[in-house]
């Protein structure tokens, strides 16, 4: 029996040929290939910088240095959403607070962001679940509003679009993953797009320890001569890396279209009603299909579904248990049950269904039926 995974790489012969000729290059690591994948991607996405950087995570706490977020400090983040997005913020000293989510798309819902803030509050993370954007209007309305920044964590969400609009574009920086469960892989990677020039250099200084320059620069110039002008981190992306995710990038467009094509399958196969249901797809986006997930009518029928499909090669998962209620941030900040009741109560319904590009038309079909058989 062959597993299904949730999500996995897809690598090919051209990806293992990019990354053998850096192997033979003299650049390893700050080399011109960081560039050639910043680049990729800004073509991609319309923005006007990118910073690659080691992790999604990374690119999430590179956002928080660079726009001064520190002690004494709250940035809204969802309930919903992998651990990452808060533990940024707690990296700073600051303090998540966290806002509840829409029932019907689990996305940050802005009316719980505008009730949230605070004098305190510096800037809201919203995160793209599953691959769907949020309400970036709205968002941008109470950022501007009040005066704070507008993070978008598209960790879910390359290639997603919100009113013709790339995610990438739709606020004051972006985040991207590159894990190999994501749309496009280099191992581990991430990168921040922006169209504040100001910003992408405090982001560069940031990966690198804090130094202005880094190794190749200072070859060019002809230097040993460096100076750290701040404390950073080495969140750098190796040329290694970033040779893989070039390759990656002139694949996406057909990549995301193979998993619209499997969504549709699943949307095809729950359509009616039945005690399964699809998250809702707003008007006016373009969902990029990172996750697939449903919610099942009962909290027992899930733990049935779950372990029963995986007795058949079947990867389904759990995104995610409300951030709050993990012993960290109990023992932490204090947080308990009821913070943000719609979270909770969507977290003990939904599951994952595996999505990905190497999937066939056959996979789908058996993971839908094999759902439905445990919810008869």
């Known amino acids: 029996m062959t597993f299904i995974p949730y999500g996995r790489q897809l690598i090919d012969e051209e990806d293992i040929k990019a990354v053998g000729e850096v192997l033979r290059s003299d650049w390893l690591t700050t080399g011109p290939m960081v560039g050639r994948f910043e680049q990729a991607v800004c073509a991609f ?12 995570t990374a690119a999430l ?12 400090d709250e940035v809204i983040v969802p309930a919903i959403t992998f651990v990452a997005t808060a533990n940024a913020v707690v990296y700073t000293g600051a303090k998540p607070v966290f806002a509840d989510v829409d029932s019907d798309t689990l996305l940050i819902d802005p009316v719980d962001v505008a009730r949230k803030i605070t004098p305190m509050t510096r800037a809201v993370i919203a995160v793209d679940y599953a691959g769907q954007p949020c309400d970036y209007d709205a968002l941008r309305a109470i950022a501007d509003g009040y005066g704070i920044a507008l993070v978008a964590d598209a960790c879910h969400a390359l290639g997603a679009k919100y009113k013709g609009r790339g995610a ?18 280099t ?20 990966r690198n320890h804090g130094v202005m320059t880094d190794q190749r620069e200072r070859e060019a110039q002809g230097t040993w001569r460096y100076d750290m002008v701040e404390l950073g981190f080495n969140y750098r992306l190796s040329d290694m890396q970033c040779a893989l995710g070039v390759s990656q990038v002139k694949k996406l467009p057909v990549w995301l279209e193979r998993r619209k094509e499997i969504a549709s399958l699943y949307d095809k196969a729950f359509s009616a009603p039945d005690r399964v249901s699809p998250l809702a797809v707003k008007a006016g986006v373009d969902h990029a299909y990172h996750l697939y997930v449903v919610r099942l009518a009962g909290k027992d029928e899930r733990q049935k579904a779950y372990d029963g499909m995986r007795r058949q090669g079947i990867g389904v998962n759990v995104h995610y248990l409300p951030v709050y209620l993990h012993s960290y941030y109990r023992q932490r900040f204090g947080t308990s049950d009821g913070l943000c009741p719609r979270a909770e109560a969507a977290y003990g319904h939904i599951l994952t269904l595996p999505i990905h590009q190497g999937m066939e038309d056959e996979d789908a079909q058996y993971v839908a039926s094999s759902l439905r058989s445990f919810m008869s």
């Open 45 to 56: 996405t319309g923005a006007r910088f990118c910073v690659a950087v080691s992790s999604g």
């Open 168 to 185: 990438g574009t739709l606020a004051d920086m972006t985040c991207f993953s590159f894990h190999p469960v994501k749309h496009i892989t």
């Open 61 to 72: 706490h590179a956002t928080m240095s660079a726009i001064g977020i520190g002690p004494g």
């Open 187 to 206: 191992g581990e990677g991430g990168m921040i797009a922006t169209d504040d020039e100001e910003l992408a250099k405090k982001m560069r200084r940031f």
